[in-house]
């Protein structure tokens, strides 16, 4: 004879980090009311910190917490490794274009000529993508003890390179420029201010949140 099976009761217990569940059937043949117990997975509970401490303890790193990254990263790098590959490929083919095209035995002048517009295109492209970028910071970390920063930008090399400086050696242009935020000592970095994960981390990163005084100096500043 088949077991029957026989709901006889569910309840269910819940603690902060785990869930119980009761359930009992009964065999007819036996005459035996049997219960199981069974554990669900644990429940964990979602913390709605919102402070900046909070929200970043995941990112700290031997340079600090990070508190920006550049959306354009990818595409920057993407770019410029486009551009080099196109001037190693034409300073390849170069040689090759003047022995098919016949330029290999005319004039001096018609050599120098070609070899002049080639080469503009195949160096100043990749020198002028990189005077436009270099300034672009992909990563930004805030140490909050020293109250120093390291901005990370691609080298020419497209390589990582680091910036490290003082919130008190940032500068604020007189004039708005296009591929400039603000001066970290003499160097040039643009960022995105909607990109930082708090609006105060680069509220502070410019001092805005300072004190202002009309005094000849922040005038000067200014």
């Known amino acids: 004879m088949l077991v029957r099976l026989v709901q006889c009761a569910y309840r269910s217990v819940s603690r902060p980090s785990m869930q119980f569940s009761f359930s009992c ?3 007819p043949r036996h005459n035996v009311t049997l219960l199981t117990f069974r554990r669900s997975a644990p ?3 979602k913390s709605n910190c919102k402070s900046s401490q909070c929200l970043s303890t995941t990112s700290r790193t031997e340079d600090g917490i990070l508190v920006y990254t550049g959306s354009l990263a990818t595409a920057v790098r993407g770019v410029k490794m486009f551009s080099y590959s ?3 490929a034409s300073l390849i083919l170069m040689p090759q274009i003047l022995l098919k095209t016949g330029l290999g035995v005319s004039s001096i002048a018609v050599q120098i000529a070609f070899t002049g517009i080639v080469g503009f295109f195949t160096f100043l492209t990749p020198i002028l993508l990189h005077l436009i970028t270099k300034g672009y910071v992909i990563r930004l970390y805030h140490n909050p003890d020293r109250d120093t920063y390291t901005a ?17 050696q ?3 242009p007189a004039v708005t420029k296009m591929f ?3 001066y970290a000592g003499h160097e040039g970095l643009l960022v995105n ?6 609006p105060h981390d680069y509220n502070h990163l410019m001092g805005y949140d300072k004190p202002f005084t009309f005094k000849k100096e922040n005038m000067d500043q200014g």
């Open 86 to 88: 196109t001037s190693g």
């Open 152 to 168: 990370i930008t691609y080298s020419v090399f497209l390589t990582e390179k680091r910036y490290a400086f003082h919130q008190s």
């Open 170 to 172: 940032v500068k604020i």
């Open 43 to 45: 429940i964990l509970s």
């Open 180 to 182: 400039t935020t603000f």
């Open 25 to 27: 059937f009964t065999a």
């Open 193 to 198: 201010p909607d990109l930082f994960l708090i």
